[in-house]
C-alpha cells in the first residue's frame, strides 16, 4: 500500500513537474527562442519567437500554420502546383519520391545551412521528380538541365501568371518601350468643402499641425480632427494626443491590411512591437535605425504627402546598393519631371511605382476606384510578379524578362539595357518551327 502511494506521488510529481516546464516553454518566448534549433529564413525572422503561429504545441508544423497567411496569395497567383494537385489520387504516384502535399517538404525552417532563395529546402533540380519526362514530351527541351527550370523568367512552382507559353507568345515581339508610358494615375484630389471645420482641438497645438491639416486631402474631404484624434470620430470621447494605426484602419482598411501582410507590418500583424530599421537584416541608414515603422513612417501625420511617402521615405530607412543606386537612373528623372510638373502625372517611376504599386478596380456604380498595395512584398518575389503589376505599363515584355534575370542591373537599379538573355521566347519559336516541319 506504502509502495503504491510513493510511485503515484513519484508519478504525479513527473507529470506536475513536465506540464510545469510545458507552461513555462510557451509562455515565455525568451525561454523558446533558446530552443530554436537554428536561424529563421529572411520571410520570417521577424516574427521566429512566436513559435505556436507554425508549431502544434508538440512542435510539428500543420500545413494550416502555413496557410493562415498564405493562401489567399497562392490562390490569387493561380497557384501552378495547389495542394489539391496532390490529394486528387491520380497525382497519387508523383508522391512517392517527394511529399508535394505538404509546405514542409520543400520550406523548412531554422536550416540556413540547406536554404536557397525564397525560403526553398530542396535541391535545385527536384523538378526532375515530377517531370522526368519533359525533353521528351517537349522536344524544345531536350537535354536542358533541370536545375534551371525554375530561373528567373523560365517557370516558377507556384506563380506562372507572367510566364505561361500563351501569355508570352502574344507579347514576344514587343518593342523595349510602349508607345504609351505610364501608369495608372489616382483619382485627383477631392473638391475643397468650404469651409473646412477642424473642429475642437487642444489651445495649446503647434500652429504647423493646423496648416499642415489645412493643406491635405483630409481638410479637402471634411476629415477634421476629431476623426483621428477621438474614437470613432465621436467628439464626446476623449482626446488622444497620439492616435494609432486603428485610428486609420476605420477609413483605409485597404492599405492598413497591405501594410500587415508584408515585412514592414507583419510584427505589428502579430501582435508585437513595430519593426525598426536596427531589428533589419537587409542594409539600412543607422540613423533610422529606432524609428518604430508605422503609417507615419512614410505618411507625416497632418501633412500626408504622397509624393514625399514614394521615394525620400524609403530613402531615409533604406540603404543597399540597389537603393542607394535609383537617384541615378532614367526611371528617377522620370520621377523628378513628374513631381516638378514637367512630365505628366504616371510617367514617373519612383519606389513606390514598382514596390507598392498602384491597382484600380471597377465599384458597383462602374467607377474606378485606384488604391495602392501596401505589401511591399506583394510583388517581390520571384521578381517576374512586377512583369504584370508595373513594367508592362511602359515597357515590352522581352526588354523585362531579361532585366529582371539580371541581377547585377537590379542592383544598379536599371540604369541602362539588360545583359543577360533568357530564352523563353526562343524556345517558344523553336517549338513552332518544328511544330511546322513536322506537318
Ligand atoms: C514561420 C514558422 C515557424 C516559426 C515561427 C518557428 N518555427 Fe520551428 N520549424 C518550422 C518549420 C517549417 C520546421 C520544419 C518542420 C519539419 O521539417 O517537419 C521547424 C522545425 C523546428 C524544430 C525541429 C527541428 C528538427 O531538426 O527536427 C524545432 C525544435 C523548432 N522548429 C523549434 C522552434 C522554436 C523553439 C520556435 C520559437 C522560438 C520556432 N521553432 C518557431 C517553422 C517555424
Ligand atoms: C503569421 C503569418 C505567417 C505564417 C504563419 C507563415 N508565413 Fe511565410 N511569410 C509571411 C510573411 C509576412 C512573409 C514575407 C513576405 C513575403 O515574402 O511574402 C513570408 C514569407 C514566406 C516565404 C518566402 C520567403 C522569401 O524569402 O521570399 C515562404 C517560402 C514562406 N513564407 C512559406 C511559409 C511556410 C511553408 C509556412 C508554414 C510553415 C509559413 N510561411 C508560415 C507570413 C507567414
Ligand atoms: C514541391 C516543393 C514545394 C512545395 C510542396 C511548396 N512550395 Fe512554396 N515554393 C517552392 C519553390 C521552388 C519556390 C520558389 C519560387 C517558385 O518557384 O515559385 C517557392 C516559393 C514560395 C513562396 C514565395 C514566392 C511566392 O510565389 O509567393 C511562398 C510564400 C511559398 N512558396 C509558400 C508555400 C506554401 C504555403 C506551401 C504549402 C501550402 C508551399 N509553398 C509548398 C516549392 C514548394
Ligand atoms: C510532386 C510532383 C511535381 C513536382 C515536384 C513539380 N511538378 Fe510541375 N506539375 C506537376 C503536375 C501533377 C502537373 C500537372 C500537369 C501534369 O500532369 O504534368 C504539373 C504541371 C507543371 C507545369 C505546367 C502548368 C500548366 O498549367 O501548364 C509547369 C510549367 C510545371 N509543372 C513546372 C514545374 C517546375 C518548374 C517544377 C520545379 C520547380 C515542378 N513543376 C515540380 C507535378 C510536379
Ligand atoms: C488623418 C488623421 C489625423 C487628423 C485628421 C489629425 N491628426 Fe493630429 N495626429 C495624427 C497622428 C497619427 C498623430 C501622431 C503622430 C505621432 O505618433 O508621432 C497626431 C499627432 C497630433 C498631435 C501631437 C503632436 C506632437 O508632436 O505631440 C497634435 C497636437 C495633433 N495631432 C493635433 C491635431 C489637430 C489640431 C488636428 C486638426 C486640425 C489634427 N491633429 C488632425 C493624426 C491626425
Ligand atoms: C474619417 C475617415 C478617415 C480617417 C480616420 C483617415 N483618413 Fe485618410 N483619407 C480620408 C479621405 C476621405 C481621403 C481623401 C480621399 C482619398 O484619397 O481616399 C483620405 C486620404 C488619405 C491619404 C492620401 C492623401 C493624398 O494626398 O492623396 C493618405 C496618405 C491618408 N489618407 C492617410 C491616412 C492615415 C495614415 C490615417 C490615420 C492616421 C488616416 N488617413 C485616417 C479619410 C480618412
Ligand atoms: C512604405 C511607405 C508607406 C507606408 C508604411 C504607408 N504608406 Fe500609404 N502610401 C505610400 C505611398 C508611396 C502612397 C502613394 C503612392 C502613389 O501615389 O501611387 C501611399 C498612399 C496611401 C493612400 C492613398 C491611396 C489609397 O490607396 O487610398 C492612403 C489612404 C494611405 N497611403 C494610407 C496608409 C495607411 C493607413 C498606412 C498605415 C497602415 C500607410 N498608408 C502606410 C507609402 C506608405
Ligand atoms: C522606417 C524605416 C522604413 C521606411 C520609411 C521604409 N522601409 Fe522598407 N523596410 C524597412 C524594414 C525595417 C524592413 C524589413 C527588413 C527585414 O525584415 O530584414 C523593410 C522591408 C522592405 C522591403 C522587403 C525587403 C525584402 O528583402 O523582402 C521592401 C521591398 C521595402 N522595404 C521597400 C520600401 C519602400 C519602397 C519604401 C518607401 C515607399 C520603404 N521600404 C520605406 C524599413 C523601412
Ligand atoms: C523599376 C522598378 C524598381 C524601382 C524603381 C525600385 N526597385 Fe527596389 N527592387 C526591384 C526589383 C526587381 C527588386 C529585386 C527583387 C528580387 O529579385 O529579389 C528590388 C529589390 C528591392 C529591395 C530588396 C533588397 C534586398 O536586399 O533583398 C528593397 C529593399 C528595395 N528594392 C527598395 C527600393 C527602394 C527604396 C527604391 C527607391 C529608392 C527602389 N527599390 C526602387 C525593382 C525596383
Ligand atoms: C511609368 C513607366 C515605366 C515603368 C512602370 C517602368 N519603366 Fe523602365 N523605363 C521607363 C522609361 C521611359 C525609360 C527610359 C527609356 C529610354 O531611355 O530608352 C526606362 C528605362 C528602363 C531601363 C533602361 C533601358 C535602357 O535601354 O537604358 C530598364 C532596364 C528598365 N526601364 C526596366 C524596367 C523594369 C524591369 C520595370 C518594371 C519593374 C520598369 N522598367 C518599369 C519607363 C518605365
Known sequence: MKRKLVIWLTWSGVLWGAAGLCAVFFFQPKLQSA?????????????????????????????????????????????????????????????????????????????????????????????????????????????????????????????????????????????????????????????????????????????????DWQASAHARAGVSCAECHQEGGDVAKPWIQRPGMDSCARCHEGPVKGFKTGLHGMRVAAGLSPMTPAQARIPMLASAAHS?????????????????????????????????????????????????????????VSCATCHLPRTSRFDENDEKIVSVEHNQNANLRPNDKMIRTVCLDCHGMPMVLDALADRALIDRNFDGPPSVHVESIDLILKRKALKAQSK
Not at 533541370?146 to 516558377?156: K, L, Y
Not at 540597389?322 to 504616371?346: D, Q
Open 35 to 211: 530552443f530554436i534549433p537554428g536561424s529563421t529564413t529572411r520571410g520570417h525572422h521577424q516574427i521566429e519567437n512566436d513559435c505556436q503561429v507554425c508549431h502544434t504545441p508538440w512542435m510539428s508544423v500543420k500545413t494550416d500554420a502555413c496557410n493562415q497567411c498564405h493562401e489567399e496569395d497562392l490562390k490569387k497567383h493561380r497557384d501552378t502546383h495547389p495542394m489539391s494537385k496532390f490529394t486528387d489520387p491520380r497525382n497519387a504516384d508523383r508522391l512517392q519520391t517527394i511529399a508535394a502535399d505538404e509546405c514542409v517538404t520543400c520550406h523548412q525552417e531554422h536550416r540556413p545551412e540547406i536554404t536557397h532563395a525564397m525560403g526553398v529546402t530542396q535541391p535545385d533540380d527536384f523538378c526532375i521528380h515530377c517531370h522526368q519526362d519533359v525533353g521528351t514530351d517537349r522536344p524544345t527541351h531536350a537535354g536542358l538541365p533541370f536545375t534551371g527550370c525554375n530561373a528567373s523568367g523560365c517557370h516558377n512552382y507556384h506563380d506562372n501568371t507572367a510566364l505561361y507559353e500563351a501569355f508570352i507568345d502574344k507579347r514576344k515581339n514587343d518593342p523595349a518601350n510602349n508607345r504609351r508610358q505610364q501608369v495608372v494615375t489616382r483619382a485627383p484630389r477631392p473638391e475643397p468643402k468650404t469651409p473646412t471645420v477642424p473642429g475642437v482641438f487642444p489651445e495649446d497645438t503647434d500652429p504647423q499641425v493646423l496648416h
Open 292 to 348: 518604430e515603422l508605422t503609417c507615419n513612417s512614410c505618411h507625416a501625420p497632418h501633412a500626408y504627402d504622397t509624393r514625399k511617402a514614394a521615394a525620400e521615405s524609403c530613402q531615409s530607412c533604406h540603404d543597399d546598393t540597389h537603393t542607394r543606386a535609383y537617384a541615378a537612373s532614367p526611371h528617377a528623372k522620370l520621377w523628378a519631371a513628374e513631381i516638378s510638373g514637367v512630365g505628366k502625372p504616371g510617367t514617373g
